[in-house]
């Protein structure tokens, strides 16, 4: 497999932020504390991979904006002229924000895999990772590629369930 120094070389901690199903709020946890961590003065990268429906682009603005490469992978887009907080999203990918895009087991893992090692963040304090709901198997493997970045912790976000 690969292995954790050359996926996130430069990345002091990083946090994945889950959540067993979608419209918890999850990227919103995620997105308010990478601004919390550039409030604190800290160099933060955001990124979104949830495949069926990323938001991170949208609520930081950014939505539409052109991913360039550099020789070193991707450049990430930086949410502040500081560049304390630089994204990356699959809806940059994307040519409609709207596009519900079907992924494929593997194909899903090798774009994964591909944020994780392709995106030129330089040096980061944090990475904040905003992971696809749910708990199936699928997930299962996404997490399991994530380990590889040897994670400090994770942020499960969930709702109360009134019945």
């Known amino acids: 497999g690969i292995m954790a120094d050359d996926i996130l070389p430069n990345v002091g901690h990083v946090l994945l932020v889950l959540s067993g199903k979608g419209g918890v709020g999850k990227s919103t946890v995620a997105t308010q504390l990478a601004l919390a961590l550039v409030e604190a003065g800290k160099k933060v990268g955001l990124l979104d991979i949830d495949l069926c429906g990323p938001s991170v682009a949208k609520m930081l603005d950014l939505e539409g ?43 899903k893992n090798a774009m994964i895999k591909q944020f994780l090692t392709d995106v030129a963040w330089g040096e980061l304090e944090y990475l904040i990772i905003d992971t696809p709901p749910g708990t199936s198997d699928e997930h299962i493997t996404v997490v399991e590629n994530l380990q590889s970045c040897n994670p400090d912790g994770a942020i499960l976000v969930s709702t109360p369930q009134v019945r």
């Open 65 to 107: 904006r052109d991913i360039h490469q550099c020789s070193d992978g991707w450049l990430p887009v930086y949410a502040d002229p500081s560049q304390q907080l630089g994204v990356m999203s699959i809806a940059f990918m994307l040519s409609h924000r709207d596009d519900a895009i079907v992924w494929r087991g593997p194909k």
